[in-house]
């Protein structure tokens, strides 16, 4: 068992070097959307389903409170993170507007709406999408596999990181490791902090 542990780390450090070249240039540009947008006194809003949700919670949680160092706290809500108002949405209205109500209600022309999906394929995550568009907010779709459905729908001012491998696990690995990449940039971008 022990060899197969071992296997695992291994094919994790595979699939990561697999996208890391092509992945890196993207996440740069992404963490320039980011930083741009905090400068101007802009939000990062954030969702995902699943352990994607979970990914972004942590995201959120880096951005709020700190990333490796102390530094003041920068705004980013997770929109799972209201339990009441998600069921709420979800019982009212229907799953699909889980995320686009909120992205609705409190996104801002120029904030940032992060997705975080390894299908792309999830109609709530879709409906967020377009709720952002309609409220002149770019998206950053953080996806998997050929990015699935959201793919199509972003447009120039969106961008994409997809880590196009086939495997459920691996690419929540590489998404995990996406966004400590991109709370890395942010901090050296922002405070200077290597």
């Known amino acids: 068992m022990s060899q197969r542990v071992y296997n695992l780390f291994q094919q994790s450090v595979e699939a990561k070097m697999q996208v890391g070249e092509e992945l890196a240039p993207i996440i740069n540009a992404a963490s320039d959307k980011i930083v741009d947008a905090l400068l ?16 972004a919670q942590i995201f959120s949680s880096c951005l709020l409170d700190r990333f490796e160092k102390e530094r003041p706290g920068l705004p980013a809500i997770w ?5 009441s108002t998600y069921t709420a949405i979800a019982s009212d209205s229907t799953y699909n507007d889980v995320f686009a109500k909120p ?3 409190l996104g801002q022309e120029g904030d940032v709406l992060i997705i975080i999906s390894t299908s792309g394929n999830s109609a709530n995550l879709v409906q967020a999408v377009a709720a952002a568009h309609d409220r002149n907010i770019s998206v950053v779709a953080i ?5 699935g459905d959201i793919t199509s729908l972003l447009d120039s001012q969106d961008m994409e990181i997809c ?4 495997s459920r696990r691996r690419i929540h690995e590489i998404h995990l490791l996406t966004i400590f990449c991109l709370c890395d940039l942010i901090d050296n971008k922002l405070f200077g902090i290597e």
């Not at 101007?40 to 990914?55: D, P, Q, T, V």
């Not at 929109?79 to 339990?83: A, P, T, V, W």
């Not at 880590?163 to 086939?166: D, M, T």
């Open 103 to 105: 992205v609705r209600a």
């Open 163 to 166: 880590a196009s491998i086939n």
């Open 143 to 147: 996806t998997g596999r050929d990015g």
């Open 40 to 55: 101007n006194e802009k939000k990062i809003l954030i969702c995902g389903n699943g352990a994607s949700a979970a990914i």
């Open 79 to 83: 929109l799972g993170s209201n339990i």
